[in-house]
T-cell receptor
Framework: GAGVSQSPSNKVTEKGKDVELRCDPI?????LYWYRQRLGQGLEFLIY????????KSGLPSDRFSAERTGESVSTLTIQRTQQEDSAVYLC??????????????FGSGTRLTVV | GEDVEQSLFLSVREGDSSVINCTYT??????LYWYKQEPGAGLQLLTY?????DMKQDQRLTVLLNKKDKHLSLRIADTQTGDSAIYFC???????????FGKGTRLHILP
């Protein structure tokens, strides 16, 4: 597609439920990133996929968080047994190649998750 | 270590110039970026500069890089109400594929 698409744009869930967030990267972008942005805060790196390599999961805050990506296409971020501190905007970004090429990231509009 | 620091708030009168500053710690940075985030939106790449450059100008935007002091700035000339947003400084590092972001500077435009 023309841009990075994320769905849903908003999600309200009850504490303890599982949620799935989806990201459709730009076609042909080999790299895909998930970030979390809490209210009034900066970006917190969660996970990074590059082609068929093993993902960099170093930013996942707990084992309740997991992410998958099929080839170089759609990615889903799953949060199990949601807690109130999981409330945030979850941003997905994709990149044409390694960032050393200077392409930067293209971000989606994010999914605003509210845990009540 | 990798760290990008920037002030959290800046207020500027409409029509004046805005200067947003950023410092970074990793001397092996390859590219440095400025992203803009408007309310309810994702981040939009505004401009970037390669680490062997001192300055880059693009219409109302001027990026200055002092590699010795590891200091990056973004100057917005003739600031308009539409410039009201959060501006993120970021760096990419040769050995890594991730971009490291600062916490963002919220630019507030005064009438």
């Amino acid at each position: 597609g023309a841009g990075v698409s994320q769905s849903p744009s908003n999600k309200v869930t009850e504490k303890g439920k599982d949620v799935e967030l989806r990201c459709d990267p730009i076609s042909g972008h080999t790299a895909l990133y998930w970030y979390r942005q809490r209210l009034g805060q900066g970006l917190e790196f969660l996970i990074y996929f590059q082609g068929n390599s093993a993902p960099d999961k170093s930013g996942l805050p707990s084992d309740r968080f997991s992410a998958e990506r099929t080839g170089e296409s759609v990615s889903t971020l799953t949060i199990q047994r949601t807690q109130q501190e999981d409330s945030a905007v979850y941003l997905c970004a994709s990149s044409l190649r390694q960032t050393i090429q200077g392409y930067g990231y293209t971000f989606g509009s994010g999914t605003r998750l509210t845990v009540v | 270590g990798e760290d990008v620091e920037q002030s959290l708030f800046l207020s500027v009168r409409e029509g004046d110039s805005s200067v947003i500053n950023c410092t970074y710690t990793d001397s092996s940075s390859t590219y440095l970026y400025w992203y803009k985030q408007e309310p309810g939106a994702g981040l939009q790449l505004l401009t970037y500069i390669f680490s062997n450059m001192d300055m880059k100008q693009d219409q109302r935007l001027t990026v200055l890089l002092n590699k010795k002091d590891k200091h990056l700035s973004l100057r917005i000339a003739d600031t308009q109400t539409g410039d009201s947003a959060i501006y993120f400084c970021a760096e990419s590092i040769f050995r890594d594929d991730k971009i490291i972001f600062g916490k963002g500077t919220r630019l507030h435009i005064l009438p």
